[in-house]
């Protein structure tokens, strides 16, 4: 399954019987103008990348942060319920050190052994919040700005994480590990840096925009009494007037900064969302066929969204595809040689 994440269209849906490289190689090659891929960590779909890779160089491959983020947590969750059974052997075994006194039998021996097991449990606790600030501290790496407000990039993500995965030790975080650590995990900044580039802003106004975006998205740096605070207001007031006095035109150039930011992506939860819909779907019916699939495609593609930034658009709209018809019914009635005349009549006129 293929998504268009800026139009939400669903591109590719088959139904294989190996999800192997040479099967996703052969997918990804339909797309001969795709530049920039996001996708999980399936061994199958990553060897089909890099299949398509040798013979197309250009194309990028990103790590979804998403999954990323989604093991962190489960590990970090994992350390809190050590930190919570430790816990709960101490209390228990307090319960039983203090039965024994208000019955008055001896607990020699046993109260070393109490204090032995809060020991342990005071030390669990201790190693899972550091723990949870070092996962903190990985999850700002994964993000477009850091927490100060400034744009990230990929030397200073990599190095955050050079520091901070030794103090993420354990068997439940070495998935983790390993994920952070592939190249394809800060594509997205790469990405983002590319995207940047091409707006053909001069350098310096370019810089004042994506501080300034930094600071829209980090309003807690904006609040508050303190100096740090207010001198971040001040830079705020003046770097905002002077670019009004420079390039009138500026709210345009803040705004493709915006967009080449979105357009970074990092997650291909798109892919989960339609898959979401596909099993419910599914659900419904005792067998799903390839037909039924392409039918519930064609569908998704041509239903307007309801809300959001989309909001009364088609995915086949968005991504400039020219359809007779936004109605799926009205297509399928038409045959495939109404269907390709009218198509073609259609790019001849535009």
């Known amino acids: 399954m293929m998504v268009e994440p800026d139009s939400f269209c669903w591109l590719s849906g088959r139904l294989v019987e190996h999800r192997d490289g040479v099967t996703w190689a052969e997918e990804i090659r339909g797309y001969p103008k795709l530049e920039y891929l996001v996708s999980d960590a399936g061994t199958g779909l990553a060897k089909g990348v890099r299949l398509v890779q040798e013979d197309r160089p250009s194309l990028q491959h990103g790590l979804d942060v998403f999954h990323t983020v989604y093991e962190g947590n489960k590990a970090l969750r994992t350390e809190y319920g050590g930190a919570a059974r430790a816990l709960e052997a101490a209390e228990r075994g307090q319960a039983a050190l203090d039965r024994l006194g208000r019955q008055g039998q001896s607990r020699a021996g046993k109260a070393t052994y109490v204090q032995s097991l809060w020991r342990e449990a005071e030390r669990q606790l201790d190693r899972a919040a550091a723990a949870e600030q070092a996962w903190k501290e990985c999850r700002a790496a994964l993000e477009l700005f850091r927490p100060d407000g ?184 038409l045959t495939p040689e109404q269907l390709r005349h009218q198509l073609s009549a259609h790019e001849d006129t535009t």
């Open 150 to 333: 400034t744009l990230n990039d990929r030397r200073q993500a990599e190095a955050t994480l050079a520091s901070v995965l030794p103090r993420l030790p354990g068997w439940h975080w070495s998935k983790v590990r390993r994920l952070l650590q592939r190249p394809e995990t800060f594509a997205f900044l790469d990405r983002m840096h590319e995207q940047l580039r091409r707006l053909n802003i001069p350098d310096d106004e370019l810089a004042v925009l994506v501080r300034l975006e930094g600071l829209r998205r980090h309003p807690q740096l904006l609040q508050g009494e303190t100096t740090q605070a207010a001198a971040l207001r001040g830079v705020v007031l003046v770097r905002s007037v002077q670019l009004a006095k420079t390039d009138p035109d500026w709210p345009t150039k803040a705004r493709q900064v915006c967009q080449a930011l979105r357009r970074s992506w990092r997650a291909s939860s798109l892919v989960e969302g339609i898959n979401s819909v596909a099993r419910m779907q599914q659900a419904r019916h005792r067998k799903m066929t390839q037909g039924l699939l392409d039918l519930k495609r064609l569908y998704w593609n041509l239903r307007p969204f309801r809300t959001g930034h989309r909001r009364g658009k088609t995915p086949y709209g968005m991504l400039g595809v020219q359809v007779p018809s936004t109605k799926w019914w009205d297509l399928l009635k």
